[in-house]
Each structure stands twice: as structure tokens, then as C-alpha cells.
């Protein structure tokens, strides 16, 4: 998970936009800059916690462009200053730079961010962001067949299988529900879209959208789901919570 840090730091030195340099800020225009900044710590901190991977504790300096609809066009990932790297407990073992480099930057193309109110945004409307991220994922938590390892790695699947190639015009989230029998056939399934918590208004409600993941998921083979179990019924049961929005889906 992210370490935490204390909002003033958060503030005034985690994240840093370009757009609001240079120029006298309103109080309004602070507050609004709390609130992205508060929202856009959230929609980092979940787009490292939901990666399906091993091991992961450093620090890396990550520069982000997001579109005037706050779709990211993009991601870099560089050595942190050292002021942030001395905040790591010493005895952590670090992991490779380029390899915990390559996590942040895919992460954050696939990551949903929170629209940057206009005041923030440079003249084209894009914004720039630069943050330095405290990574620390430890192998207790990350190995195979830990909880949070196999329920990122049954997210990476339902993702594959039910929007992997579908394109989306939207920007929501989607649960899936599902029962199968011991050789992974699929007996129910039900989909269902709603509002992201960052982009609600960005959100539709799609009934071929939601009709097509419904009909994917009925056509599942589940026998190969990562931590796939029947029960002593013969039954496996389970659910698994998705992001999605457009650039999500070209990413793949």
C-alpha cells in the first residue's frame, strides 16, 4: 500500500500543478485544489493497491498529463529525490528501479482520475501533475494465494474476459456475481454498472453495455479463475469489483 502521508505535505509538496503556478489563487481556487489533490492521492494510491504483482517497496517520481477530460496521455516515472527516498524505513529491501518504473507507469494509464477543475488546468486545458509515490507492496501480502494477490488477480481476469476487447464510451464501475459448478462452468452471472465515485457524471447507464458483460460472463470457463474453489456443494461462488473507461480499454 501507499504510505501515508500528512495532508499539509500532501498539499504543498506531493503534488505539484503546473497550471496553478505562477499566479495569484483565490480561496476558491484553493479549496478546489484540496479536493483534486485529496481525490487524485486516492486514484493513485488504489491504481498500485489493485496491481496484480509481487513484490514492490521503493520510491518513483511520476509526472502524469491528463486531457482536458482528464484521460491520461502521459506517464513517466523517474528517480525520486532522495529527501523522499530517506522516508522509507532503511531496512526495507528496495525493489529494481526499472521494474517497480514499469509497474507505476502501467498503472497509471489504466488508472481513473478525478476531473481537474479548470483553474488548475493549463491554457490547452491539460494538466500536469508530479508526485512522488511511496510503494510498498511486501511479499507477505503480494505472494500467490495471498487475498490480495489472488483478488487482483481474479480482477485481471474478469478484466481480460469481459472488457479486454469491448469498447466503452463511459466512465463507471462494474460488479460481477457468479456461480459455477466444480468444472468451472458457469451456472449465474450477473454484471452490473454504476457510477464511479471520481466521475459520476461521467457515468451512463448502458443497457447493451451491461447486457454484452452479462452474456461474456455466462460464456465463461471459470476453471482457470485464480483461486477457483468449488465448495462442498460443488458450487464455486464469488465477486469481483472492475474499473472501466475508454483509455482503460485501448490499453489493453
Known amino acids: 500500500m ?21 499566479r495569484p489563487i483565490s480561496d476558491t481556487e484553493k479549496h478546489a485544489r484540496r479536493a483534486f489533490v485529496s481525490d487524485m492521492q486516492q486514484a493513485l494510491k488504489l491504481g498500485i493497491a489493485t496491481a496484480d504483482t509481487g513484490k514492490q517497496v521503493g520510491v518513483v517520481m511520476l509526472n502524469v498529463t491528463l486531457d482536458p477530460s482528464a484521460a491520461p496521455i502521459s506517464c513517466k516515472a523517474s528517480r525520486a529525490p532522495a529527501r523522499y527516498e530517506t522516508q522509507l524505513p532503511a531496512e526495507l529491501l528496495r525493489s529494481d528501479f526499472k521494474s517497480l518504473a514499469q509497474l507505476v507507469e502501467a498503472q497509471c494509464w489504466k488508472t481513473i482520475y478525478p476531473v481537474v477543475p479548470k483553474p488548475l488546468r493549463e491554457d490547452d486545458g491539460t494538466a500536469e501533475i508530479r508526485a512522488p509515490l511511496f510503494v510498498m507492496l511486501p511479499a507477505s501480502t503480494q505472494a500467490p494465494g495471498t487475498a490480495r494477490r489472488q483478488s487482483n488477480a481474479q ?98
Open 2 to 22: 501507499f504510505r501515508t502521508l500528512i495532508p499539509a505535505l500532501i498539499a504543498v509538496t506531493l503534488i505539484t500543478l503546473a497550471g496553478c503556478q505562477n
Open 155 to 252: 480482477r485481471e481476469f474478469f478484466w481480460q474476459h469481459l472488457f479486454g476487447d469491448l469498447p466503452v464510451a463511459s466512465i463507471g464501475r462494474a460488479s460481477v456475481y457468479y456461480e459455477a459448478d466444480a468444472q468451472g462452468k458457469v451456472q449465474g452471472c450477473l454484471v452490473q454498472i454504476y457510477p464511479h465515485p471520481l466521475r459520476p457524471d461521467d457515468f451512463r447507464l448502458d443497457g447493451r453495455l451491461q447486457a454484452e458483460l452479462n452474456s461474456r460472463c455466462m460464456a465463461l470457463d471459470l476453471f482457470s479463475l485464480p483461486g477457483f474453489k468449488a465448495d462442498d456443494a460443488g458450487l464455486a461462488k464469488g465477486y469481483s469489483e472492475l474499473e472501466y473507461a475508454p483509455w482503460k480499454v485501448a490499453r489493453r
